[in-house]
């Protein structure tokens, strides 16, 4: 697993590492780490050593820069784009990851950084990350979700108002607007994900991936449809016990 260009997909104990690995071009998201990630996910997913995923960035100015511009007027027509999508959806795969995933951020987090980060469950930055999502603004709307996540995190109206309006937003700012979980010491910030990875991970994998299910699934249902999934995943759990 260790062959990729652009992602660097290490295991550690029960933790998995995966590190977008374009610093130079501070760690845009290109075809390439699109494809990349996909296998990562399919492996974090599947194996079953992985109890905890961490993501982050390499170098020292950014998680994740966004899309890379540089291959924005060579990307594929909508058709082929729609396709490849079809074959391989990446942020269906990722959303559908039971696993707890952490993100680590620093720096800039814009366009699908802030996607990728909103895809994870937990979110720590440090003092210096900005992010911002400025789709509209190049003419385009978000595609990785982020029209749907973002919205789920910081509700719609905060989300329409940094979506629209391009604005970049401070860590303080988004910590105030639970975009981010925790703030921390750049310096701190893979320790502290790191801890919490590893008492996450020293829990019981099934009740700590249904605990999951049932906060990120009952999110797109109503009260009484959400009881009732609470309800058949604690007996699943409750049963493996007996
Ligand atoms: N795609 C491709 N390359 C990118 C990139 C992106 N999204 N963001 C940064 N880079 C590259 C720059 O081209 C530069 O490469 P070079 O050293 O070969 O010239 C390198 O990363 C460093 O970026 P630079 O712009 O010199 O740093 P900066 O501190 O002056 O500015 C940003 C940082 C993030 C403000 C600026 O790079 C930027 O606006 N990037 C684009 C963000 C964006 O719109 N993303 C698309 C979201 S959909």
């Not at 296998?39 to 390499?58: C, T, W």
């Not at 893979?190 to 099934?206: C, G, N, V």
Request: proline share 5%.
């Amino acid at each position: 697993m260790s062959n990729f260009e652009t992602i660097v997909y290490e295991k550690k104990d029960s933790l998995a590492y995966i590190t977008l690995n374009r610093p130079h071009a501070l760690n845009a998201y290109n075809l390439r780490m699109r494809d990349e990630l996909y296998e990562v996910l399919g492996a974090l997913r599947d194996d079953p050593e992985v109890r905890v995923g961490i993501f982050r960035g390499a170098g020292e100015r950014a998680f994740c820069a966004g899309a890379d511009l540089a291959e924005f007027l060579t990307a594929p027509t909508p058709i082929v784009a729609r396709q490849v999508r079809w074959e391989r959806d990446v942020w269906g795969l990722f959303l559908s990851i039971t696993k707890p995933l952490i993100a680590a951020l620093h720096g800039y987090v814009l366009g699908s950084g802030v996607e990728i980060a909103l895809c994870c469950d937990i979110r720590l930055a440090s003092e210096d990350a900005q992010f911002g999502l400025p789709e509209p603004g190049l003419g385009i709307i978000p595609a990785a979700g982020g029209s749907q996540t973002l919205p789920r995190v910081v509700g719609g109206s905060k989300a329409l108002e940094i979506l629209l309006s391009g604005r970049w937003i401070g860590a303080e700012e988004a910590y105030h607007l639970k975009l981010v979980n925790r703030l921390v010491p750049r310096d701190e910030l893979l320790p502290e994900a790191e801890r919490l990875a590893r008492k996450i991970a020293q829990f019981d994998p099934m009740a700590v991936s249904y605990a999951k299910q049932a906060i990120v699934r009952g999110l797109d249902l109503s009260l009484g449809e959400g009881l009732g999934l609470e309800g058949r995943l604690g007996c699943l759990v409750a049963l493996r016990k007996e």
